[in-house]
């Protein structure tokens, strides 16, 4: 399985601003996801990282809010911007490649809005 | 709407004795399951999977099963150990291999040694 790194492990931010989570993984994938998992509840999928073109978006989520870059096909950054205290959640990417049976989790980013 | 639910939020099972969670779906689009497991400050970590083909997958100490006409899917894991505390997902999806997961709300195994 592909091994996955996230920065910052952790933040605390002050509302209106705006924190970038960065993804490395250390092959190439063909997909890379982007999940949330607000306090107590399941993990919900933002939007699917698409390299070299727009990421695609999950009901409820927009680019505004979240934008999403994937350069190459080893990393993704997303971006919460003008962050309130309900996006304090633990934003997790995860990979995988068409064909293959399951998709492989980084270690999350556990992000606090005062 | 939850489409992916598991109805006990919490487990308490004594050390070697059978975990057995328990996982129901609504969406009859569902075709591909997973199970993944949670420790705390760690992202999830894939445990084993079955395709709606299938009614059971076994790997180790851990199986699964699935009844379609039911929508229900259980995840066995004999002998429980210590280390088999966390909090487990099950998940579903369309189709195998990358399509999105619908994650259900999880459950928190607890292993009394």
């Known amino acids: 399985s592909a091994v996955i790194s996230q920065k910052p492990s952790r933040d605390i931010c002050q509302r209106g601003t705006s924190l970038t989570i960065q993804c490395q993984v250390d092959?190439?994938?063909?997909?890379m996801f982007w999940y949330r998992q607000q306090p107590g509840q399941s993990l919900t999928l933002i939007a699917t990282?698409?390299?070299?073109?727009?990421?695609?978006?999950e009901s409820g989520f927009v680019i505004d809010k979240f934008p999403i870059s994937r350069p190459n096909l080893t990393f993704s950054t997303l971006t919460v911007s003008n962050m309130s205290p309900e996006d304090s959640s633990i934003y997790l990417c995860?990979?995988?490649?068409?064909?293959?049976?399951?998709?492989?989790f980084g270690p999350g980013t556990r992000l606090t809005v005062l | 709407d939850q489409q992916v639910k598991q109805n006990s939020p919490s487990l308490s099972v004594q050390e070697g004795r059978i975990s057995i969670l328990n996982c129901d779906y609504t969406?009859?689009?569902?075709?591909?399951f997973l199970w993944y497991k949670k420790y705390p400050a760690e992202g999830p970590t894939f445990l084993i999977s079955?395709?709606?083909?299938?009614d059971k997958n076994e790997d180790g100490r851990f199986t699964v099963f699935l009844n379609k006409s039911a929508k229900h899917l259980s995840l066995h894991i004999v002998p429980s150990q210590p280390g088999d505390s966390a909090v487990y997902f099950c998940?579903?999806?369309?189709?195998?291999?990358?399509?999105?997961?619908?994650f259900g709300t999880g459950t928190r195994l607890t292993i009394i040694p």
């Open positions: 079955i395709s709606s083909i299938k």
């Open positions: 998940a579903a999806t369309p189709g195998v291999g990358n399509e999105k997961l619908t």
């Open positions: 990282a698409n390299q070299g073109s727009e990421a695609t978006y």
């Open positions: 995860s990979v995988g490649d068409r064909g293959s049976d399951t998709q492989y």
């Open positions: 969406n009859s689009m569902f075709d591909y």
């Open positions: 092959s190439q994938v063909t997909m």
